[in-house]
């Protein structure tokens, strides 16, 4: 097949935070490298952008936890590199009912890798967050002090890697959709074809195209991704005057997460805009990427229900100031893809997707190990086991957990 502009030693696909991460870990690792985006580069239409993500270490899969450790020495690595910060290192604060076996099984993480944390009684909670919160009294606090955590701020990490990876070398192109790769039979490798009609070629591939990756993936292979994109609001609300020091980036209060049943919701420290602070619920509803409805629909009377109730009138519940909308990708596990696409392209194309709401912390080591499997075709550190394909032939469901 013939191809325009240069050969590559490794196509990106996608410029959200996991292919900008990677771009740039394969640049790093001296390898040619296209990082291809098709809207324009750091757009608000993905899962990547916005002012803010949290990072923390308490997962109930020490897989995760093991991933969110070494992330966390990657950013500062990154952020030293680049000569400014995206991370904010806080407090945090996990809410629940103290039989919950999520809520053990974390604990149970913490202590398997020595993580320190304290267990906080209903009564301890209130006495550490005065005129917040008072939880149930069959409830626990997981409480985790400053070290590992915070919040990233995401478009500017975005933005970070793309610049490392420009550093590095790489080459940057947007507003150029991929619309097929194909294996080219003669010279080995892959051919990346444009809707515009460029066609790169690649010795390898790496497609992170989020929310899209279903419809590419099955256009590309005929393989039948089970992501579902879901679209979420991120809500910001008025802080009391005169309390915003209370709930300020910097000061006592945590990133914090509290959760019942298959209620989740998720808060920061207040940094983005002056006098508010965000407060969200964890979930959505199913949508297409290419024919989004924007938020519109989305109730949150449980959520106002519940800042009304928590906060004792310090945050006004009655509507939020702001709300931004945004995809998340899920797979039935909620754990992550990181494989070959396997069949007639065996380990020339490497897909990272799946990320199921709370990849952005992890992005720099997802970026290692897509780098890692593109360039040496195995990786190293992270059991990839969870992460494979194949998982949903053996079981639709994915990973079997008992939380
Ligand atoms: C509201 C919200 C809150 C979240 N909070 C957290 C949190 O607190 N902590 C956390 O760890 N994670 C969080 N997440 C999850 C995290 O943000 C995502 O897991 C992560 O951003 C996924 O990145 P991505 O690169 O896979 O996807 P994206 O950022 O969507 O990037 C994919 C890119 O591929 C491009 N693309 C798609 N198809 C093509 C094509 N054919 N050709 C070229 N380009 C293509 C898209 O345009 C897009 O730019 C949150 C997500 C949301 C939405």
Redesign the pocket.
């Known amino acids: 097949m013939e191809y325009s502009g240069d050969e590559f030693d490794v196509i990106v696909?996608?410029?959200?935070?996991?292919?900008s991460s990677t771009a740039y870990q394969l640049a790093k690792r001296g390898q040619k490298t296209l990082l291809?985006?098709?809207?324009d580069f750091l757009?608000p239409?993905?899962?990547?952008h916005g002012d803010s993500?949290?990072?923390r270490a308490t997962y109930p899969e020490d897989y995760y936890q093991d991933m969110v450790l070494e992330s966390s020495l990657l950013w500062e690595e990154a952020q030293q590199q680049i000569g400014y910060n995206v991370y904010l290192k806080s407090q945090h604060l996990d809410m629940g009912p103290s039989d919950s076996k999520k809520l053990l099984s974390v604990i149970a993480t913490c202590q398997k890798n020595g993580l320190p944390y304290q267990l906080l009684q209903p009564r301890e909670v209130a006495e550490k967050y005065p005129g917040w919160l008072d939880i149930p009294e069959n409830w626990v606090g997981l409480y985790i002090g400053l070290g590992v955590g915070g919040v990233i701020k995401?478009t500017k990490a975005v933005s970070m890697f793309q610049t490392l990876a420009f550093q590095e070398g790489v080459t940057l192109r947007d507003n150029?959709?991929?619309k097929n790769i194909v294996k080219d039979e003669v010279k080995g490798g892959v051919v990346v074809v444009t809707t515009n009609g460029d066609k790169f070629w690649g010795k390898k591939c790496v497609v992170?195209?989020?929310?899209?990756m279903r419809k590419?993936v099955k256009t590309v292979s005929g393989l039948e991704l089970p992501i579902q994109p879901s679209e979420?609001m991120?809500c910001y609300w008025r802080i009391k005057e005169g309390h915003e020091a209370e709930f300020a980036m910097g000061g006592d209060f945590p990133t914090f997460t509290y959760s019942f049943g298959d209620s989740y919701i998720y808060g920061l420290p207040s940094f983005e805009y002056p006098g508010v602070i965000k407060i969200s619920l964890h979930g959505g509803y199913p949508c297409d990427p290419d024919n989004r409805a924007w938020g519109s629909g989305i109730t949150m009377e449980s959520l106002k229900q519940w800042i009304k109730s928590s906060f004792k009138g310090l945050i006004d519940f009655n509507s939020p100031v702001s709300t931004h909308s945004?995809?998340?990708?899920m797979t039935p596990d909620e754990d992550f893809v990181i494989d070959f696409l396997g069949g007639e392209f065996g380990k020339d194309v490497v897909i990272g997707?799946g990320?199921s709401?709370?990849?952005?912390?992890?992005a720099p080591v997802v970026g290692r190990l897509l780098a890692d499997l593109a360039i040496t075709g195995e990786a190293s550190g992270v059991d990839l086991k969870h992460f494979r394909i194949g998982r949903f032939e053996d079981n639709p469901k994915g990973n079997v957990k008992d939380y």
């Open positions: 696909v996608g410029a959200g935070i996991m292919g291809v985006e098709q809207f757009h239409r993905g899962s990547s993500r949290f990072i995401s150029m959709e991929v992170t195209a989020g929310a899209w590419l979420v991120v945004c995809m998340y990708s997707c990320f709401g709370h990849g952005f912390k992890m």
